[in-house]
């Protein structure tokens, strides 16, 4: 039962452009959700988080929204780089993290 | 660099043998978990430990055993390794279980059975 989901593999964008990454839950239960970012042969790193109480939440480039009455959240990334490029994961939790499959994101020059 | 250190990077084993993988915080972060990333299936949770002296199994734990040796390391071992269990293993830690603030993760240790 895959509660976080991550229907697009990947995504092409050209630099510049507005990155949109989106994301699905079924558990009401979550109350707060993270956004990581992985390059190839590292881990996976921190980006941004919401709280189940807001809808928006900005640092930088970086928005996240939350739609709870929806079960979705999005990324959106503002203007994208290439350095963008990587596979980025949607987290939900509650008592423990369960992690989206990811998304591919190329942002070409 | 302070951060979650990974050891080996990389691990051949023939199947039936058997591996621990180490794992070292220095941020004095209370939780530590081991997930697994397999194409497809995103992060999955093998174990954790919420604090020293505890550990708890999450969505994955058969083939693994864990120990928290104390608030630094957490070890997963593989007593007798299987091919399905071919993947890139992530050691990670937290303030608290369940953190908002996120998780920090190791660099990961690519495993292969054969």
């Known amino acids: 039962d895959q509660q976080v989901k991550q229907n697009s593999p990947s995504l092409s964008v050209q630099e510049g452009r507005i990155s949109i990454l989106n994301c699905d839950y079924t558990n009401s239960m979550f109350d707060y959700f993270l956004w990581y970012k992985k390059y190839p042969a590292e881990g996976p790193t921190f980006l941004i988080s919401?709280?189940?109480?807001?809808d928006k939440n900005e640092d930088g480039r970086f928005t996240v929204f939350l739609n709870k009455s929806a079960k979705h959240l999005s990324l959106h990334i503002v203007p994208s780089q290439p350095g963008d490029s990587a596979v980025y994961f949607c987290?939900?939790?509650?008592?423990?993290?369960?992690f989206g499959t990811g998304t591919k994101l190329q942002v070409i020059p | 660099n302070a951060g979650v250190t990974q050891t080996p990077k990389f691990q051949v084993l023939k199947t039936g043998q058997s591996m621990t993988l180490q794992c070292a915080q220095d941020?004095?972060?209370?939780?530590m978990y081991w997930y697994r990333q397999d194409p497809g299936m995103g992060l999955r949770l093998i174990y954790y430990?919420?604090?020293?002296?505890?550990?708890d199994k999450g969505e994955v734990p058969n083939g693994y055993n864990v120990s928290r040796l104390n608030k630094r390391e957490f070890s997963l071992r593989l007593e007798s390794a299987a091919p399905s269990q071919t993947s890139v293993y992530f050691c990670?830690?937290?303030?608290?279980?369940?953190?908002?603030?996120?998780?920090?993760f190791g660099s990961g240790t690519r495993l292969t059975v054969v």
């Open positions: 430990s919420a604090s020293e002296g505890t550990t």
């Open positions: 941020m004095n972060h209370n939780s």
């Open positions: 987290a939900a939790g509650y008592q423990k993290v369960t």
């Open positions: 990670a830690s937290s303030t608290d279980r369940g953190s908002n603030y996120g998780y920090t």
């Open positions: 919401i709280s189940s109480i807001k």
